[in-house]
């Protein structure tokens, strides 16, 4: 069994710093592509940030030049580096893999983690 497990939530001050860590943990042979979405109350779930197999990365508008998104492949593990974080960014974040190969001809597809919370206080 494969799972995404977040970590590095909690609550900020307006102009502050956050880091979130997504493990993959489980049989896995490789991923191909990572995100981080959001979703505050209210609204749908949104796109943050994605970054695939090499390297290439995307970002949302609203966090352009403010986050950033890397991955650790030996580690199997994402990270969003976040930055002059402002109230607009409280929501509670998900890390998603595309694809997760777990065996020679085995994948599994759109695996999503339980999220963690962000709040930035004004």
């Known amino acids: 069994q494969v799972q995404l497990v977040e970590s590095g939530g909690g609550l900020v001050q307006y102009g502050g710093s956050l880091r979130l860590s997504c493990a993959a943990s489980?049989?896995?042979?490789?991923?191909?592509?990572m995100g981080w979405y959001r979703q505050a109350p209210g609204k749908e779930r949104e796109l943050v940030a994605g970054?695939?197999?090499?390297?290439?990365?995307n970002y949302a508008n609203a966090v352009k030049g403010r986050f950033t998104i890397s991955m650790d492949n030996a580690k199997n593990t994402v990270y969003l580096h976040m930055n002059s974080l402002n109230p607009e960014d409280t929501a509670v974040y998900y890390c998603?893999?595309?694809?997760?190969?777990?065996?020679?001809?085995?994948?599994?597809?759109?695996?999503w983690g339980q999220g963690t919370q962000v709040t930035v206080s004004s």
């Open positions: 998603n893999a595309d694809r997760i190969r777990i065996g020679p001809l085995r994948f599994v597809y759109d695996v």
């Open positions: 970054i695939s197999t090499g390297g290439n990365t």
């Open positions: 489980g049989s896995i042979f490789d991923i191909s592509g």
